[in-house]
C-alpha cells in the first residue's frame, strides 16, 4: 500500500491510499482532496498515519469463481428483499405534520377525523370528496365522505372552543405565559353563489367578490403571528364593530386580565371602539387617520420633522397619544400611489370616458373637482394638498410605552395580515363549497388548526436550521417513498424511508427523529 496524489481537472489534488499487489491498480480509500501545498502535506501524512494502522489488513483477492458466487448471492438477497416488499406509500408530509399536531396538543381530540382533514388541508387543500380520494392515494388513509360530514357536525357542536383553547396554551408557552401583545384584523370569505341567509350576506369583500355572498372573520394573533383565536360574522356586519366582541370574548375565555396590548390598523379605527377599548381598561394601538384629526393637530402633524426615526408624540385631550412617524420609503410609495391613480384620472377625462360612477367609486376620485353639478375637473390644489401627507403615518395610543416601541409593536401587524394571506392561499380557506352554518364554522377550524400547524412547523424548521420553507420540505418531502418488507421467516416486518437526493437527506431528520420537536 502506498499514498497517491491525484491531478484533477479543476486544479485540485486528490490524496488516496492505493494498492498494486496484485497487478491491478486500486484504490482502498480516499483521505482528502488540497488546493495548496500545506493542505496536500497534511493529506499525505494522513495518508501515512492510515497505513500504518490498516496496513495489515490486506485486501483479499477471490477467484473469478467465487467472485461470480458473490454476485449470485448478492442478486438473490435482492430478489429476496424486493419479492417481500408489500408496499410502499409517500406519507412523509403526513409523519411530519402528525408529530408537529402531536407537539401543539391536539391529539388530546381523539377525532382521528380532525387530524387527517388538517393533514391534507396543509399538504393539498380540496373539497372534502376529492381529500378522501387523496387520503387513500398518498397515506393509505381510508375515511368516508359521509363520515367527514358526520364529524363536521361534531366538530361545530363540541371542539371549536377545545382547538382555541389548545393553540393558547401552547402559544403562552413559546412566550413563557405572557401574550403581552394581541393584533387583530378582519378578512372576507366568499362563497361560489349569491344565496344569502343569517350568515351570508354581501357586503364589502376584500377580495374583490362584491356580487357574492360572503362571512366576516375576525382573527386574534400573537407576537410570530401564531393564531390564538377567532370568530365569524355576517358578511354585511362593519369590520369596526367585530373587534371587540371578539376581545372580550378572549379575554373571558382564557382570564387574561388586562396585561397587554390589543393592536390594530387604521380600518378599526372609530371614535366608538375607542372608547369600547377604553372603558374596557384595555391597552391599545391602532392606526390613526392622521388626514381627518381636528385642525389643530393637523397643524401638530404637518409641522413634524420629516427624518426616518424622529418621532413626534402628541397628546389627545382624552389622555391618549397620537405617535406621528415618517419613512422615506413610505413617502416614495405614496407619491407613486398617487400619480398612478391621478394618471388613470386623466386619461379618462381626457376621452370624455369620465362618468358619475367614477366620481362616486372610491379612491383618488377625491381629486375630482364637481362645480355646480355639472363641470367635473382635475383639482390640481388638491393633489399639492395631499403631497404634504408623504411618508407619515400615525398611531393612536393610551400606552406608556415610548414612541419607537409604539411603532415597532405596530410594524408587527404584518403578522396577521400573513396569517391570513397563508390561510388564503396555502391553505384555500375560500371559496367556500358549505351551505350551513354548522359546516361553514367547522370548515373553518379546520383550516384554524391547519394554520396553527403550519406556523408551527415553520418555527420548528428555523430553528433547528432546515434550509427550506414550510411549503419547500413538505414538496421535497412528498418525493421521499417508505416501504414496507416483509420476513417470511418469522412474519415481522421492515419499514424503511428511503432518502435518496441531498433535498431528501437535509430533512430526513424531520422524519427519523423527534429531536427537533423540543426547540
Request: one cysteine or more.
Amino acid at each position: 500500500m502506498f499514498v497517491r496524489r491525484k491531478k484533477n481537472r479543476s486544479g485540485s489534488t486528490s490524496v488516496v491510499v492505493a494498492d498494486k499487489s496484485s497487478g491491478r491498480f486500486t484504490e482502498l480509500h480516499v483521505i482528502g482532496v488540497g488546493t495548496t501545498e500545506d493542505e496536500i502535506r497534511k493529506l499525505v501524512n494522513e495518508g501515512k498515519n492510515w497505513i500504518a494502522h490498516y496496513g495489515g489488513q490486506q485486501t483479499i483477492n477471490f477467484p473469478d469463481d467465487e467472485c461470480e458466487k458473490l454476485r449470485r448471492e448478492e442478486n438473490s438477497m435482492t430478489e429476496y428483499i424486493v419479492s417481500n416488499i408489500i408496499s410502499t406509500s409517500l406519507n412523509s408530509p403526513q409523519r411530519i405534520i402528525n408529530k408537529v399536531y402531536d407537539k401543539i396538543g391536539f391529539n388530546i381530540i381523539q377525532d382521528e377525523e380532525l387530524r387527517h382533514l388538517v393533514v391534507s388541508r396543509i399538504c393539498s387543500p380540496m373539497s372534502k370528496k376529492a381529500t378522501v380520494d387523496y387520503l387513500r392515494r398518498h397515506f393509505k388513509e381510508e375515511v368516508s365522505l359521509q363520515k367527514i360530514y358526520r364529524y363536521l357536525d361534531k366538530l361545530y357542536n363540541t371542539q371549536q372552543g377545545l382547538v382555541q383553547e389548545i393553540s393558547v396554551k401552547h402559544t403562552k408557552r413559546l412566550f413563557g405565559g405572557n401574550l403581552g401583545i394581541l393584533f387583530y384584523d378582519v378578512t372576507t370569505l366568499y362563497f361560489e353563489t349569491t344565496n344569502k341567509d343569517e350568515l351570508r350576506e354581501s357586503g364589502f369583500s376584500k377580495d374583490g367578490k362584491n356580487a357574492n355572498s360572503q362571512v366576516v372573520l375576525g382573527l386574534l394573533v400573537s407576537r410570530g403571528g401564531y393564531p390564538l383565536s377567532y370568530s365569524l360574522f355576517n358578511g354585511s356586519q362593519y369590520e369596526g364593530y367585530t373587534m371587540l366582541p371578539i376581545v372580550d370574548d378572549f379575554v373571558q375565555r382564557f382570564n387574561l386580565g388586562n396585561d397587554f396590548v390589543v393592536i390594530a390598523d387604521s380600518g378599526l379605527m372609530s371614535a366608538k371602539n375607542v372608547k369600547l377599548l377604553r372603558d374596557g381598561g384595555y391597552k391599545y394601538i391602532i392606526g390613526a387617520r392622521i388626514k381627518k384629526e381636528s385642525a389643530r393637530i393637523m397643524e401638530k402633524i404637518i409641522a413634524t420633522e420629516r427624518r426616518c426615526g424622529v418621532f413626534n408624540d402628541i397628546k389627545y385631550p382624552d389622555g391618549d397619544r397620537l405617535i406621528v412617524g415618517y419613512s422615506d420609503e413610505r413617502a416614495k410609495k405614496n407619491a407613486f400611489d398617487r400619480e398612478q391613480g391621478v394618471e388613470r384620472l386623466r386619461k379618462r377625462f381626457s376621452t370624455g370616458t369620465l362618468t358619475k360612477a367614477d366620481i362616486n367609486k372610491r379612491g383618488y376620485n377625491k381629486f375630482l373637482s364637481v362645480s355646480s353639478g355639472i363641470t367635473v375637473c382635475i383639482d390640481e390644489e388638491k393633489i399639492k394638498k395631499d403631497a404634504i401627507w408623504d411618508g407619515l403615518k400615525g398611531y393612536k395610543t393610551n400606552t406608556d410605552l415610548s414612541p419607537e416601541k409604539v411603532y415597532e409593536a405596530y410594524q408587527n401587524l404584518w403578522n396577521v395580515e400573513r396569517s391570513f394571506r397563508i390561510t388564503k392561499g396555502t391553505l384555500d380557506v375560500r371559496p367556500m363549497f358549505h351551505f350551513t352554518p354548522r359546516r361553514i364554522e367547522a370548515h373553518v377550524c379546520i383550516c384554524f388548526v391547519a394554520l396553527k400547524v403550519y406556523k408551527e412547523l415553520e418555527r420548528l424548521l428555523k430553528l433547528s436550521g432546515c434550509p427550506y420553507s414550510v411549503d419547500e420540505t413538505l414538496k421535497i418531502a412528498e418525493t421521499i417513498v417508505t416501504i414496507e418488507i416483509a420476513r417470511p421467516e418469522n412474519k415481522d416486518t421492515i419499514t424503511k424511508t428511503l432518502c435518496l437526493t441531498e433535498e431528501e437527506r437535509a430533512i430526513a431528520y424531520l422524519i427519523d427523529t423527534d429531536d427537533w420537536l423540543e426547540l
